[in-house]
């Protein structure tokens, strides 16, 4: 399905479940009895942590921050800020952090190394997509759904200049 003459479908909404069905039943064997809580980036990796958190079947705990280093290109400005921070206490939790895409690596490591420093018991990152084409920085991503190619991806959440979050599917931008 093309959703407009700039996408094309990458991954459909079903792919996309049994992906998200997947990392959930990862996730549920490794914190099974453990007090999770789950760090969701803004705004990319909203529509995927929730269908994620739905299917974890655990009493999980929800905290968001918000990382910005996108103008309205598509290229990273390679400046990252963080915009929100958390406002949950982490030291002795195990937190699960959420991202839409890696992609450049450069705002999940600020991320990370952030977290690091708050002293949790256990961290780890799961990412719906990982573009290691783009990598600046390694990334280890303990809980992975797809890798995609070079190309910019939208949908699912995931969008160019605050537009095409509300594709179903993860689409890319066709450049042609």
Known sequence: MVYSPQTKVLFTRDEIQRVVNRLALEIRSDYTGKRLLVVGILKGSFVFMADLIRQLALPVEVEFVRLSSYGAGKETSGEVRMVQGLETA??????????????????????????????????????????????????????????????????YGIDFDEKFRYLPDICFIDED
């Open 90 to 155: 982490i030291e002795g939790r195990d937190v699960l952090v959420v991202e839409d895409i890696v992609d450049t690596g450069l705002s999940i490591s600020l991320l990370l190394n952030y977290l690091r420093e708050k002293r949790p018991a256990s961290l780890k990152l799961c990412s719906l997509a990982d573009k290691p084409s783009r990598r600046k920085v390694p990334v280890t991503i303990d809980y992975l759904g797809f890798t995609v190619p070079y190309k910019f991806i939208v949908g």
